[in-house]
């Protein structure tokens, strides 16, 4: 039963609550889903939304042993063109070392780490691959993280790793799609997906967030001297090549939203980085009710609908 509703439309707080996941239904009323004992979760993925009690378990037992296996046994990526590469001996122990770091980061935001082994961490063929343009992708649907391993380069590859973990570790549900008849995902992060419409929301926002949290890990738990200058030659070697660093564009436009939502909330908080915790702890616990009081105590109502679908 829902506990509450907060409009999609009139941004309208009917009332409160917390501990679960606001969803849209087909009136485009948001819904509070109470989802049981999140902080005790096995699995990333928290609930699978329009599906059958037996389906939803053999999904998520589906999930949990899926995302090991090579990609050649990936019955959803099989039809693209990745070539799995072998992981160096570095690269495995980055790997390692990220993984083994990441649980007390994702604690700090109130998420709930889920164990995460190497072998889910995938590195792409990058040259064979010509029609995916992303440094690396999460597919919920799969549990599969792909890297595109950029050769030579320890440093942007380990960024690469560290953004997707993080995609991995945030709130995530799925939803058994009525057009495709299978799984898709519903929420990742602060990202709502709409199966009704196809559409995706607060994906720009999610991004910025994921960019912001990888440079975070990186200063507090990769900070060794030749780290350090490993990550300054890199963002030199870039900057030199006009390489557009990953998400720019969302990050600066989320960073003007921090500093005018600290502007206007001076009472509630101390600085951007304090609106920005608020932000960071929903894209791990899935709880958007109180971003959604701020948008509308900051931008007016329809705002948190209107910011959602921000391209
Ligand atoms: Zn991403």
């Known amino acids: 039963m829902p506990k509450g509703e907060l409009n999609f439309e009139e941004g309208k707080i009917i009332d409160t609550t917390s501990g679960g996941e606001w969803v849209a239904n087909k009136d485009r009323v948001f819904e509070f889903i109470k989802i049981e004992d999140l902080e005790k979760r096995e699995n990333v993925c928290s609930k699978i939304f329009n599906a059958a009690p037996y389906q939803e378990e053999n999904i998520l037992k589906f999930l949990k042993e899926n995302s090991e296996k090579p990609l050649s046994e990936q019955w959803l990526l099989g039809k693209t063109e990745l070539i799995e590469v072998e992981k160096s001996q570095e690269e495995l122990s980055m790997i390692e070392d990220v993984i083994s770091k990441m649980d007390e980061f994702i604690k700090k935001y109130k998420g709930s780490p889920v164990h995460l082994k190497q072998e889910q961490v995938h590195f792409l063929d990058s040259e ?167 948008f509308k105590k900051t931008y007016g109502k329809k705002s948190f609908r209107k910011i959602g679908e921000i391209k």
């Open 128 to 294: 064979k691959e010509t029609k995916r343009k992303e440094a690396g992708f999460y597919a919920p649907q799969v549990q599969f993280i792909g890297i595109m391993r950029e050769k030579n380069s320890l440093s942007e590859n380990t960024h690469r790793v560290i953004h997707e973990v993080l995609h991995f570790q945030s709130f995530q549900t799925l939803q058994i799609s009525d057009k495709k008849g299978r799984a898709i995902p519903r929420r990742l992060g602060l990202e709502i997906i709409s199966d009704k419409t196809g559409k995706d929301y607060f994906t720009f926002i999610n991004e910025a967030i994921t960019e912001i949290l990888t440079e975070k890990f990186e200063e507090a738990f990769l900070n060794s001297p030749i780290q350090i200058q490993k990550r300054k030659e890199r963002r030199q070697n870039d900057k030199d090549k006009g390489i557009v660093m990953g998400y720019e564009g969302e990050v600066r436009i989320f960073k003007e939203i921090l500093e005018e939502i600290y502007n206007r909330n001076q009472d509630r908080f101390l600085s951007t980085e304090d609106v920005f915790n608020v932000f960071a702890e929903s894209y791990m616990t899935g709880e958007l009710l109180e971003i959604a009081r701020i």
